[in-house]
């Protein structure tokens, strides 16, 4: 198993929960972050002082699939987060040595 955690734009949330939808993910966490990285943040002026903010709100999805999975569903995320533009974001993929479900106690890919 692994886990799949995509940080993408905010205004990919909704096209990226129905894509993921659309190939059967129904369990997964959504969360509000920020970041930074190659995009570089904003100047905004707080009570006549200039600010740099150099975090930018993003979405952060994670999701845990069978090995099989994880291609396609990469190839799936970056066709819907992409603009090609910088700040598009990143997929990280890491392995999951268990899984359990706390109501009936399974245990592996039949507890996802």
């Known amino acids: 198993m692994k886990k799949l955690t995509a940080v993408v734009r905010q205004d990919k949330l909704e096209v990226l929960k129905e894509t993921l939808f659309d190939k059967g993910i129904r369990g997964m966490t959504i969360s509000q972050v920020q970041g930074c990285g190659n995009q570089h943040g904003w ?17 952060e999805f994670e999701i845990v699939v069978n090995d099989e999975q994880v291609n396609d569903l990469v190839r799936v995320i970056c066709d819907a987060a992409r603009t090609g533009e910088v700040g598009d974001g990143k997929i990280f993929v890491t ?4 899984v359990i479900r706390i ?10």
């Not at 905004?44 to 150099?54: A, H, K, P, Q, S």
């Not at 392995?95 to 268990?98: A, F, L, Q």
């Not at 109501?103 to 996802?112: D, I, M, S, V």
Request: charged share 30%.
């Open 43 to 59: 100047k905004e002026y707080v009570r006549g002082t200039e600010v740099l903010l150099n975090t930018i709100p993003k979405v």
């Open 95 to 98: 392995p999951v040595e268990d």
């Open 103 to 112: 109501r009936t106690g399974e245990h592996g890919p039949a507890a996802l």
